[in-house]
C-alpha cells in the first residue's frame, strides 16, 4: 500500500481538472478552416518539423500544472510553452540523427534517470531496482479506471520523452569534447605564467562624472551592428502604461467595518435582525450566506490561523470570537469551534488484495474471499497479537511486510487513504480491526500513540474592503481625462503628463505577443493589452483605455514602437546597452587625450589618478579585483619596461609598464589538469550547443499571423 498510496498522492500522476486559459486562436479550428482555407492546428515549423496545436496546449498544460504545484501563477506561461516546444524539436532531431529512436522499451528502461523518478525513493525497491512494473500496473488501472487522469499521464509522459532525448543527446556530444596535448600545455603554461605590471587605470564612471557624453540612437546602431548575433530580435512592441488602481477610501474601509460588526453582533437583515455570527446556530450555513470566503471544517495548526489571533487562540474557550480585526484588505471575526490534539500513531498492517484492485497483480482471490480471509485473519490477531507476525506472508503490501508490516509514525497529514487514517485517528494503542480501502482489506494494528501538538477549528466571518461605485467612478473619471489628455500626442507628452500627476507608469520596450504578462503591470488584462497592441491595424501612437476585471483599476496604453523580426530597434534596448556604449566613446576621448604620453606618472597626473601595481595571469586576468583580459594580454604582449598603448578595458582604460615575468609552478601533472578542462569544458557546451542550434535552425512561427486573421474575423 505504501507505494502506491503515496504514487496516488503524486499530483504530476492524479490531477484535478485544470481550467486553462489558452490563447485567443486556440479555437474551434473547423470553424477556421472554413474562413481562411488554411489549416490553423499547425503554429509553426522547425526546420520543417510542425508544432501542431496539440502539442502546444500539451506543454502548455504540464507547464501550468507546475506552476500551481509551486504556487506560482499560470497565467502568462505561453511563450515559455512556445520555446520548449521549439528546443524539444531540435533535441528530438539530433536523437533520430544520432540514430535513436523513442520506442516503448527505450522509454521504460530510461525512465529511472528522468529528474521526476530518479530522485524519489519510493519507486525503488531496497536493492535500488527501479519498480518498473508496479508502476506500469498504475498507469493500466488509470486507463482503465480514470480516462481524464491517463489523459493527463500522456501529456506528462511526452515531456519526459523529450527530458530522455536530451540526456542521450547531451551524453553522447559531451563524449566528443576532449583537450588536446597541446591545447592543454598551454593553457598549463598561462596559468602558471605571472607578469608584474605597474598600472595607471582611467575609470569610466569618474571620467563620465566630470565628462558628460550623450550617447545617440545612431551610437547604439553602430554597437548593434557590431554585435548582430547578439541583437536578433523578435517581433515586439514598445509600449507605455499608466495605471490607475481602484484602491478604497477611508469610507470604503468604515463601510465594510460596519457592514462586518452588522454581521457580528446586530442581525442579518435575512433574518430580520435576529441571527448574527454570534449567536448563529450554523456557523457553515451563516458563512456561507454572509462572508466573502468560504468555511474550511478543517483543524489547524496556529502559525496557520491569520496573525492577529494567533498567540491568543490557546488559551481561549470555545465558543469564543475575536475581532473585528483586519488583515491586509480584509475585516475579520474569527469564532473557535473546537480543540483537539494531532496523535502520531505507530501502525503496522497486513494487506489482503482481490483481483482487479490497484495492488493486486497475480492476485486470483475475489473481493468476497478477500474478506473473509481479512476478517478471519482480524480475529485471530485481535484475540492474540502476537500470531500478527504469522500472517505477514500473506500481505500484499511486500515493502511493509519485509518491515514486519510496519508503516512507521504517521500523522492525520501523511498522505494515506481517508478510512486507513481515520481508523488510526478514532482507535486506541493496541486496537486491530480490518479496514477496507481501494486497495483491497486491511488488518491493521496500532502499536503506540502518543499526543502531538494541539489543532483548532476556527471559522473566519470575512468581508473584503472594496473600492465603491463611487470610489471606482472616480478612478474611470481620473483614467478618461488623461485619456484626453495624451490623445494625438508624442510619447514624450505621455509620459510628462503621467509624471507630473504622479501617476504609475511603466514602459516595456520590447514586449512580445505571447508574453502573456508585461513588465511593470501583471494583471489578468495583460493579454488583452498584447492582443491590441500586436492587432495589424495599430499604428504608433494609439492609445487605448482597459478595464481590469473584478477590480475596477483603469489601464491607459499607448503604443510608442513597432518592432520587426531581425536587428533590435537602437531606442528598445537602449536600457540594457548604454552603460556599454557609453563607455566605448568614453574610452575613445582617453585613448586620444593619453595621445603618447611618455610615462605612467605622466598619465597619472593628466586624469588625477594614482600609479598602482599588480601581479596578472592570463588564465585568471584579475586586476585590482576586476576581470580584465585585455589588460593581461597586453601585460604578456608589451615588451619588459615599455609603456603599453591604451588598452580599453570592462571598467576602465588602463596603461601599464611590465616589470618582468616569473613562472609558479602548481601542483597537478598534465593528465589531471587535460580530465579538469575537458570536464569544465562539457559542462559549459551543452548549452552553448543548443543555443547554437536554436541561432541556425529554419524556424516559422505562425501564432501572430494566425491571431491576426483571428481578430480581423471577430471585428
Known amino acids: 500500500m505504501a507505494i502506491l498510496g503515496q504514487i496516488r498522492s503524486r499530483p504530476w500522476l492524479l490531477m484535478g481538472v485544470i481550467a486553462l486559459a489558452l490563447l485567443a486562436f486556440l479555437v474551434n479550428p473547423d470553424s477556421i478552416d472554413k474562413v481562411f482555407g488554411k489549416n490553423p492546428d499547425v503554429l509553426g515549423k522547425v526546420n520543417g518539423e510542425k508544432i501542431t496545436r496539440e502539442e502546444f496546449n500539451d506543454q502548455l498544460f504540464v507547464l501550468q500544472q507546475q506552476a500551481e504545484q509551486q504556487g506560482q501563477p499560470k497565467a502568462g506561461l505561453e511563450e515559455q510553452a512556445w520555446q520548449l516546444l521549439v528546443q524539444s524539436k531540435l533535441i528530438k532531431q539530433q536523437f533520430e540523427k544520432m540514430g535513436f529512436e523513442m520506442t516503448d522499451d527505450y522509454f521504460w528502461n530510461q525512465l529511472q534517470y528522468d529528474q521526476m523518478f530518479a530522485q524519489q525513493k519510493q519507486f525503488f525497491d531496497e536493492k535500488g531496482n527501479f519498480k518498473t512494473q508496479e508502476l506500469k500496473k498504475q498507469i493500466e488501472d488509470m486507463k482503465a479506471g480514470s480516462p481524464e487522469g491517463y489523459n493527463q499521464w500522456l501529456k506528462t509522459r511526452k515531456s519526459i520523452e523529450y527530458r530522455l532525448m536530451a540526456r542521450q543527446v547531451f551524453a553522447n556530444i559531451s563524449q566528443g569534447i576532449t583537450t588536446g596535448k597541446k591545447e592543454a600545455e598551454e593553457l598549463m603554461k598561462q596559468r602558471d605564467q605571472l607578469a608584474d605590471i605597474d598600472f595607471v587605470k582611467i575609470d569610466y564612471a569618474t571620467y563620465l562624472q566630470k565628462n558628460n557624453i550623450k550617447v545617440t540612437t545612431e551610437d547604439l546602431a553602430n554597437y548593434i551592428k557590431q554585435h548582430p548575433v547578439m541583437f536578433k530580435a523578435e517581433e515586439s512592441r514598445n509600449i507605455g502604461i499608466v495605471y490607475f488602481p481602484s484602491q478604497p477610501s477611508a469610507a470604503d474601509d468604515a463601510a465594510t467595518l460596519k457592514e462586518i460588526n452588522k454581521l457580528f453582533s446586530a442581525g442579518t437583515d435575512a433574518s430580520g435582525g435576529t441571527e448574527n455570527f454570534q449567536n448563529t446556530k450554523n456557523d457553515s450555513m451563516f458563512l456561507m450566506a454572509n462572508s466573502d470566503m468560504p468555511f474550511n471544517p478543517q483543524y489547524v495548526k496556529p502559525n496557520q490561523l491569520p496573525q492577529t489571533i494567533q498567540a ?142 494541539m489543532s483548532y477549528k476556527v471559522a473566519n466571518l470575512v468581508k473584503a474592503v472594496k473600492p465603491s461605485d463611487a470610489t471606482e467612478a472616480e478612478v474611470n473619471k481620473k483614467a478618461s481625462r488623461f485619456v484626453q489628455q495624451v490623445q494625438g500626442k508624442s510619447f514624450n507628452d505621455f509620459v510628462n503628463i503621467a509624471k507630473k500627476a504622479n501617476y504609475q507608469f511603466s514602459n516595456p520596450k520590447q514586449a512580445k505577443r505571447f508574453d502573456g504578462q508585461l513588465q511593470g503591470l501583471g494583471t489578468e488584462k495583460d493579454p488583452e493589452i498584447l492582443a491590441w497592441a500586436f492587432d495589424k491595424k495599430r499604428e504608433k501612437g494609439d492609445t487605448e483605455l482597459f478595464t481590469v476585471d473584478g477590480t475596477g483599476d483603469k489601464i491607459v496604453v499607448y503604443l510608442n514602437g513597432k518592432q520587426a523580426k531581425g536587428s533590435a530597434d537602437p531606442e528598445s534596448v537602449r536600457d540594457q546597452i548604454e552603460v556599454v556604449v557609453k563607455n566605448k566613446l568614453a574610452a575613445k576621448q582617453i585613448s586620444e587625450k593619453i595621445g603618447k604620453a611618455g610615462s605612467l606618472d605622466q598619465i597619472a597626473k593628466q586624469f588625477g589618478t594614482t600609479k598602482q601595481s599588480a601581479q596578472v595571469n592570463l588564465l585568471n586576468p584579475s586586476v585590482a579585483g576586476s576581470m580584465e583580459p585585455k589588460v593581461a594580454g597586453a601585460a604578456f604582449g608589451v615588451a619588459k619596461g615599455k609603456l603599453s598603448n591604451p588598452v580599453e578595458g570592462g571598467t576602465g582604460v588602463y596603461v601599464l609598464v611590465k616589470k618582468n615575468e616569473t613562472v609558479n609552478k602548481q601542483p597537478g601533472d598534465l593528465k589531471q589538469f587535460t580530465e579538469s578542462i575537458s570536464q569544465r569544458n562539457s559542462g559549459m557546451f551543452g548549452q552553448a550547443w543548443l543555443k547554437s542550434l536554436q541561432d541556425n535552425a529554419d524556424i516559422d512561427d505562425y501564432r501572430i499571423e494566425i491571431w491576426n486573421k483571428l481578430g480581423s474575423q471577430q471585428q
Not at 476478517?375 to 518491515?403: H, R, Y
Not at 486506541?428 to 486497495?439: D, N, S
Open 312 to 453: 491568543q487562540i490557546p488559551s481561549a474557550a470555545v465558543g469564543q470570537t475575536f475581532g473585528p480585526y483586519k488583515e491586509q484588505n480584509f475585516y475579520v471575526v474569527s469564532k473557535l469551534l473546537d480543540k483537539k490534539t494531532s496523535d502520531s500513531t505507530l501502525s503496522r498492517h497486513i494487506l489482503i488484495a482481490f483481483k482487479g484492485s490497484p495492488a493486486g497483480e497475480g492476485v486470483t482471490r475475489s473481493k468476497e474471499q478477500a474478506k473473509k480471509l481479512a476478517d478471519s485473519i482480524g480475529a485471530i490477531v485481535k484475540a492474540n497479537p502476537g500470531k500478527f507476525t504469522e500472517f505477514l506472508k500473506l500481505s500484499n503490501d511486500p515493502n511493509s511486510a519485509a518491515q514486519g508490516g510496519s508503516l512507521g509514525w504517521t500523522t492525520p497529514e501523511t498522505p494515506f487513504v481517508p478510512e486507513f487514517l481515520t481508523y488510526l485517528a478514532n482507535n486506541p494503542k493496541g486496537a486491530t480491526g480490518v479496514v477496507e480501502t481501494q486497495f483491497g482489506y486491511h488488518i491493521i494494528n496500532i502499536e503506540d500513540k502518543k499526543p502531538g501538538a
